[in-house]
């Protein structure tokens, strides 16, 4: 059985699509970075920075309903996070500390 990955560690496919894009994108190669991009966020629907990249280059590329699209999810996803980050802190404790109910049934 495959391992599962935590919180925070995305799975290989998805590490290696974000290292190629820091190779690509700085370089501005936009014809090489979009596929990526386009990969990574559905590898990883919920990284607000691979959204907030993709909604970038598409309004370079004049696609400006997918950039508005895109910048929409980013947003969500970047509140998002810093909503729990906040609960996490407020109720003093770090993720990997959850359990559910079914793991103090047994």
């Not at 935590?6 to 894009?21: F, V």
């Not at 970047?78 to 909503?83: A, F, L, V």
């Not at 729990?84 to 109720?91: C, I, S, V």
């Amino acid at each position: 059985m495959a391992k599962r990955k935590g919180p925070g560690q995305p799975e290989k496919p998805a590490a290696e699509k974000r290292d190629k894009l820091r190779v690509t994108a700085p370089m501005n190669q936009a014809e090489k970075a979009l596929p990526l991009l386009e990969q990574a966020v559905q590898l990883e629907p919920t990284n607000a920075i691979a959204h907030y990249r993709l909604g970038s280059l598409y309004r370079k590329n004049g696609r400006v309903e997918d950039a508005k699209k895109e910048l929409d999810l980013y947003k969500k996803y970047k509140d998002m996070k810093e909503n729990l980050r906040n609960l996490y802190k407020e109720l003093q404790i770090q993720p990997q500390e959850i359990s559910t109910d079914e793991q103090h049934q047994n």
